[in-house]
């Protein structure tokens, strides 16, 4: 939605002109996945779809939030009363924000915000990052705090694991505030440093598809922690921090190290390859070998779907239907259980390969995809 829009629906909404309007977007993430809780590799980068927001700073102590897609009215809550976990619904996201930036001492005594966004909701394309981080840098900068780009992701991760009650790691957040266009972020998620690596498929004669499922995952209905929990045991019964530390060269040995637990081995194996493969792409990718990146996607999505167990029906069909119709690599992408899967393709293929997957869904008796292209966008920014 356009900056004038979101300015003229504050206007509407609370009588004044808002004091600035700030843009943050969705993501995708090429590769890397699940592994920034284990302090491992990502590789995102930022959709033009973005969650805007009109912000003005207040004094008063008071908090209103405004979505344009939420069926409701203002919501009106005080900074003082705002509490972990006493908030359900969508209003959770922007004032656990403010939360976070106040627990961390910052002096943020109020705002008047109303939001809108092109982020499909539930698509695993971070549409919840992006409501987060729209908030921490409009505040930012309303509040003069100075705060860089990975402190704001940092604190939005602090608001979506204690404020929400989600275990997400810091990928999403961090994709939203750090992205540029053209580029994918190469992101270490254990001290956040990061690269910035080239990405324009088109001057290659290629495109990245996005395949949105449209079966709706929720990353607080208890799968998303349970491998948490499996990996930071698999962490423990190996006697290091993460499983970051596992080497890939001695996979073998720490998988025998583990024994029977059988569960546990299959998350460490696909964490360490999964790491692996993070480093396979930046490398293919920094010396110009860019359609040898496909068959590294195609085999995170096996490991995905084999050892880490979150794919669906749905993603397998993307991948294999993408794969059996010409497209370079496949995989599905975020946190799993549904959402989007993303397509990597010749740019004469981006028609034959869309139809055969419509096809497909169609023949199996899924709901239709939604299929639009990516092309790496900004990361977040002030648009007023
Ligand atoms: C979700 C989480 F929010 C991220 O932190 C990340 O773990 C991802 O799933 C899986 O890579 O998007």
Known sequence: MGAQQVRDGFAALYG???DGVWAAPGRVNLIG???DYNDG????FALPHTATAAVSRREDGVLRLHSADIEGGVAELRVADLAPESDKSWTAYPAGVVWALREAGHPVTGADIHLASTVPAGAGL???AALEVVVALALNDLYELGLRGWQLARLCQRAENVYVGAPVGIMDQTA????EAGHALFLDTRDLSQRQIPFDLAAEGMRLLVVDTQVKHSHSEGEYGKRRAGCEKGAALLGVDALRDVAYDDLDAALARLGDEEEVRRLVRHIVT???RVERVVSL???GDTRAIGPVLVEGHASLRDDFRISCPELDLVVDTAMASGALGARMTGGGFGGSAIVLLEEADVEPVTKAVEKAFA???FTAPRVFEAVPAAGARRLV
């Open 285 to 287: 990718l920094s010396s």
């Open 274 to 276: 999964e790491n692996h």
């Open 363 to 365: 023949t199996a008796g």
């Open 33 to 35: 996945e699940h592994t």
């Open 126 to 128: 971070s549409s919840s």
């Open 41 to 44: 590799f990502v590789m995102p």
């Open 176 to 179: 939203s505030a750090c992205c």
């Open 16 to 18: 004044t002109e808002p």
